[in-house]
Each structure stands twice: as structure tokens, then as C-alpha cells.
């Protein structure tokens, strides 16, 4: 038995009984773990407190055999993000966010960078005033860490870089980015064509920090294509249409 400690984000929560609940976490060190938190919906004064959605906290837990629950033993809030329950829409970002990535990830497998990007956009989103561009970016780059987006930069068929001011396809048929020769070639037909100006927007924000957002214009038209392309890569790994819920 490990007792094992390490910052974590809330990306649900579900009762376990009248005292306590299950939580999924993503953490800097070990990932996505569940964890029961027992007394966890306890009131008063001895109570530990409550675990909320997407709250930031550091955690201890005791590491149980893989495919057991963890147990959570402490458990100290660093910060709440106090936006989100003030203004809906806000709200609703983060719920994607966590949800999007609670579903994607897996247990287990430990990314840094993941958790400081999740944690970058919860941040963007409870202070800036661009939603669409951080959850964008958000998408792109989760998609790149989980390994389900091919380079951005060349043909998935032919591997060729793509040629300036080109564009390029997504085909759901040749499962991601092509050039206009290897797309004119398919049988399948299907194609979301990309301009050059959204393909190149589309690799600088599945690299960029979150805080260079807030400098980069994005006209409409290339929001559009950008949140068109990343719907449909993310319905492809799930099997079916994210749009509603998205
Ligand atoms: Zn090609």
C-alpha cells in the first residue's frame, strides 16, 4: 500500500452514498483516477468538504491495485474558479472541457502537459472573453496528446507536406487531413475542405500556449471551418455526431 499525493482537477463526481462519493480526477502525476472520498458530503465542522466539479486541489490518496477504487484520504482545495457559478455560459464551457476529456482519456496513463493544458483552459475560461478560441484550442491540442490527430502539416495518404496556400481536405473516409491530389483519388467522395488561413490557424493553436490566444485575430469564417473540422475529428473517435453536445 502507497499513500501517494499530487495536484488534481475534478472532472466528476457521482454519490456513492449518503456520506460519500466517487471522484474522477485528472492529476499532474498519475492522470485520470477514481478515488472514493469518504464523508466527502459531510456538513459541519469537522467535515473534510466537498469535492467540486472542476476544482483545483492537492490530494492524497492510497493507491489500491489497478481496476480497485483509490481511496482518497485528504484533500485541500487551491481554487474553485468562482466564474463558472456566476455566468452560465462560462459554466457550461467547463462542463465540456472536463467531460470531453473524462471521456477521451484513460485511466492511468500520466501526461503533464495534458493537465497543465487542462488546467490553462479552465483558467481562460473563468477570465478571458474568448470562449470559442479557447475551447478550440482546448480540442486541437487535447486530440494531439490523446495521438488521434495526425500531423497538421502533411497528407495522411501520401505524407507530402501540404503545399502553401493549398488548404486541404478532411476526409472521415481516409480518417484525417489530405492533400487535394490523394483526396481526388478517394472513392468515398466525402470532404470538409480547409482554406490555407484556417489550415495554418489550425497548427498554431494545436501548439501555442493558451495566453497567446488573446493576441491572435481569427476571422469568423476560419472559426467556423476550425470548429467544423474539430466536430467532425471528435465524431469519428466517438462513433457518433458530437454536435448537439458540444
Ligand atoms: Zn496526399
Request: glycine share 8%; charged share 25%.
Amino acid at each position: 500500500m502507497e499513500f501517494c499525493k499530487t495536484l488534481a482537477v475534478t472532472l466528476n463526481r457521482v454519490d456513492y452514498s449518503n456520506t460519500s462519493q466517487i471522484a474522477t480526477f485528472y492529476t499532474l502525476n498519475y492522470g485520470k483516477l477514481r478515488a472514493l472520498a469518504r464523508g466527502s458530503k459531510r456538513m459541519g465542522k469537522k467535515a473534510p468538504g466537498s469535492i467540486d466539479l472542476f476544482s483545483y486541489n492537492e490530494i492524497i490518496f492510497l493507491k489500491k491495485e489497478p481496476g480497485n477504487l483509490h481511496l482518497l484520504t485528504e484533500w485541500e482545495l487551491l481554487e474553485d474558479f468562482p466564474a463558472f457559478r456566476k455566468e452560465i455560459e462560462r459554466f457550461y464551457s467547463a462542463c465540456y472541457v472536463v467531460e470531453l476529456l473524462n471521456k477521451l482519456s484513460e485511466e492511468g496513463e500520466t501526461d503533464k502537459p495534458l493537465f497543465h493544458l487542462l488546467l490553462d483552459t479552465l483558467h481562460s475560461l473563468s477570465r478571458d472573453n474568448n470562449k470559442d478560441l479557447s475551447l478550440l484550442t482546448f480540442e486541437l491540442q487535447l486530440l494531439k496528446h490523446l495521438g488521434y490527430l495526425p500531423g497538421l502539416g502533411e497528407c495522411t495518404q501520401c505524407g507530402k507536406k501540404f503545399p502553401r496556400n493549398s488548404g486541404a481536405v478532411f476526409s472521415s473516409f481516409q480518417r484525417g487531413l489530405v492533400c487535394k491530389t490523394c483526396h481526388g483519388h478517394s472513392e468515398g467522395g466525402d470532404g470538409l475542405g480547409l482554406s490555407p488561413p484556417a489550415l495554418s490557424t489550425a497548427n498554431f493553436l494545436a501548439g501555442c500556449k493558451l495566453s497567446a490566444i488573446n493576441r491572435l485575430h481569427v476571422p469568423q469564417k476560419v472559426r467556423e471551418e476550425l470548429k467544423r473540422l474539430s466536430t467532425e475529428y471528435l465524431s469519428q473517435i466517438w462513433g457518433r455526431p458530437v454536435g448537439t453536445w458540444r
